[in-house]
Nanobody
């Protein structure tokens, strides 16, 4: 089994910053792409950003230039640095990891951006 533990969410004002972390543990040999998704109330879950084990990144257009995804392969941890936050970034953020063609989800962390 694979466990993903997220941290770093919270309440921040418009224009502020937060850094999310997601640590993977368990049967993680062969862990590949890790990413962050978010789900706002009444909306579908969407990909925010992901990063391969080799460091290739992908972002949804709405966060380009504001969010940065990174990972520490030695710690099996992925990060999401979120700057210039907007109220529309408010959502539950979920970590996802692909291990040997299966994906696993974290429990989610709330990010709330006040106007």
């Amino acid at each position: 089994q694979v466990q993903l533990v997220e941290s770093g969410g919270g309440l921040v004002q418009t224009g502020g910053s937060l850094r999310l972390s997601c640590a993977a543990s368990g049967s993680i040999r062969g862990i590949n792409t890790m990413g962050w998704y978010r789900q706002a109330p009444g909306k579908q879950r969407e990909l925010v950003a992901d990063i391969t084990s080799g460091g290739s990144t992908n972002y949804v257009d709405s966060v380009k230039g504001r969010f940065t995804i990174s990972r520490d392969n030695a710690k099996n941890t992925v990060y999401l640095q979120m700057n210039s936050l907007k109220p529309e970034d408010t959502a539950v953020y979920y970590c996802r990891a692909w291990v040997s063609l299966r994906s696993y989800w974290g429990q989610g962390t709330q990010v709330t951006v006040s106007s």
